[in-house]
């Protein structure tokens, strides 16, 4: 299938799906945002996924999709349950896929991201000329002005370390293996790329197979991304292509709120099945002491510097709880 010259955006047939959890408001946003969009490509549709919302987002959902007449290329689909991210994600790729013909891409996008004109073009095109790359995510600005890395690196060892000690000297040591590093301002390759928004060529999926729906939250996108580095697809950070973020409005860990509560259970238990599936249990074993080991030193000179947390209330304790002394979480979803 690799073999097939990909589809340029003017014949392209593009689906976007937006998983919604009680941000009606936001996905009527992030839809509208698409209208400009449909121009110049051969086909654009979109699914909101209704992750159970319990809120009456559906209706308000519906209600302002024939409000401001996008009827006729955007749904709504109610899932029967709250399976997390990439079960919602799964409801609506698995009915695509099963079409006569299905989307040549599928663009994954938060409802709490809106895209700048041209973006999904912009994306469209770069997966035309580069046949070898599975999937493709644009710059994400913050605010006006304030580029976001959404490019990333595998977890594993060596960032675990750098994460958890927040040294500058390590972290320049260790550039080549760091997590986030910034955004750069020219298109290139990357490990994995934030689920936001990222445009996903369909011959990816057929051939690696949908999100590991035993993710909640977090996690699900690396799991993918891993997936399709094993089997020689390419991903690729564009930052021609932006799009507008809300960071984390949509699971309500935003401005600044993600320092003052703890971090939920489902991230722990998300980063754990990362790196036993993918990486073996020696590496998620060490990958967790490296933190620990780190964060405890930050810890102490944080608290003799009396510097700010960077992390979210609770946070040591409760992943060397749950990853070392295995203990389980209090229920945080």
């Not at 919302?53 to 302002?64: N, Q, W």
């Not at 958890?164 to 994995?192: I, M, N, V």
């Amino acid at each position: 299938m690799r073999n097939q010259a990909p589809p340029p955006p003017a014949r392209a047939r593009v689906r976007v799906i937006t998983v919604n959890y009680r941000t009606p408001d936001l996905c009527l946003r992030a839809l509208a945002s698409l209208d400009g969009e449909r121009a110049g490509l051969g086909e654009l549709c979109a699914v909101v996924v209704d992750n159970r919302s319990g809120d009456g987002s559906p209706a308000r959902i519906r209600s302002g999709i024939h409000s401001q007449g996008l009827g006729a290329w955007a749904e709504l689909v109610e899932s029967p349950l709250n399976g997390g991210f990439g079960a919602g994600n799964n409801l609506a790729l698995r009915a695509a896929l099963a079409e006569p013909a299905p989307p040549d891409y599928f663009l994954l996008l938060n409802p709490d991201a809106a895209l700048e004109p041209g973006a999904l073009r912009t994306l469209v095109q770069f997966l035309a000329d580069h046949p070898q790359v599975g999937m493709v995510g644009p710059a994400t600005e913050v605010g006006r002005g304030n580029l976001r890395g959404t490019a990333f690196r595998f977890p594993g060892i060596l960032n675990s370390l750098d994460e958890g000690l927040h040294f500058g000297p390590l972290t320049r040591l260790l550039a080549r293996w760091q997590l986030a590093p910034p955004p750069q301002p020219e298109a290139h390759p990357t490990d994995w790329l934030s689920g936001g928004c990222v445009l996903i060529r369909r011959e990816l999926l057929s051939e690696v197979g949908l999100f590991d729906e035993g993710y909640f939250l977090y996690f699900e996108e690396v799991d993918l991304s891993w997936r399709a580095m094993r089997a020689g697809w390419e991903s690729w950070f564009v930052p021609a292509a932006r799009i507008l973020h809300d960071a984390g409005a949509a699971t309500g860990a935003s401005a600044g709120r993600e320092l003052v509560r703890r971090m939920p259970r489902y991230w722990f238990e998300s980063r754990r099945r990362y790196f036993r599936k993918n990486r073996g249990r020696a590496v998620c074993l060490l990958a967790d002491l490296a933190f620990a080991g780190g964060n405890a030193l930050w810890n102490l000179r944080r608290a003799l510097s009396h510097a700010p947390r960077k992390e979210p209330l609770g946070f040591w304790r409760d992943f060397v709880s749950f990853n070392l002394l295995g203990r389980e979480l209090p229920e945080t979803r």
